[in-house]
Each structure stands twice: as C-alpha cells, then as structure tokens.
Nanobody
Framework: QVQLVESGGGLVQAGGSLRLSCAASGLPFSNYSMAWFRQAPGKEREFVAVISWNGGTTSYTNSVKGRFTISRDNAKNTVYLQMNSLKPEDTAVYYC???????????????WGQGTQVTVSS
C-alpha cells in the first residue's frame, strides 16, 4: 500500500520560510519522480515543482522560481519543498505526488498525499 505523508505546514508571516516534507512508503521511491502541487480555496490544483528520480532535474512554476527549492533524499524516501520569501498568495493546501515519469500535469500522477495547509499572513 502506497502512502505519501506530508508535514511541515503552518502559519507564517509574509517573507518567512517553511520546509515541507513528504515521506513515502510502499513504492520503490528512487524509481519515481516526485512533485508538489497546491490548491487554494476556490481554485484548481496547480503544479508547483517536480524533481526527477535521481534529483538531477527539477522544474518549477514561474511564480515560485527563485523562492522555492525541491529536493529529495532517496535514502530516507523523502522529498522536500523549501519555501522562502513566502507571500500571501502562496496560501494553499500543498500536496506531494509521485509518478513513474517526469510530469507537470496532475493527471499523470498516480499517488497523492493528504495535503498540508500553508497559510501566509500579510
């Protein structure tokens, strides 16, 4: 049974930082690309970042480039999202997801976590 469990969300002031973690189990983690998506109230789920199976390739949505960094530790079956210079518009539920290929579209991802809330106050 595949499980993805996110942690690290919370309330932070604008300009602050948070680091999200996603611990995976039940799948050969190092064979999967890992991604972060987010969904704000009343909006569709959107792509945030993706990292390839070995960490060698990463991609970001334009709005987070230069502020967010995705990384992974295959020895710990964990993917991270370091979020700096947070803005109120980053407020959303953040989800991690896994896929065999390298994608930015949510419909390509097989497995999803339950999400973690990130709230950025102005």
């Amino acid at each position: 049974q595949v499980q993805l469990v996110e942690s690290g969300g919370g309330l932070v002031q604008a300009g602050g930082s948070l680091r999200l973690s996603c611990a995976a189990s039940g799948l050969p983690f190092s064979n999967y690309s890992m991604a972060w998506f987010r969904q704000a109230p009343g909006k569709e789920r959107e792509f945030v970042a993706v990292i390839s199976w070995n960490g060698g390739t990463t991609s970001y949505t334009n709005s987070v480039k230069g502020r967010f960094t995705i990384s992974r530790d295959n020895a710990k079956n964990t993917v991270y999202l370091q979020m700096n210079s947070l803005k109120p518009e980053d407020t959303a539920v953040y989800y991690c997801a896994s896929a065999r290929g390298y994608y930015t579209s949510s419909n390509q991802y097989m497995y999803w976590g339950q999400g973690t809330q990130v709230t950025v106050s102005s």
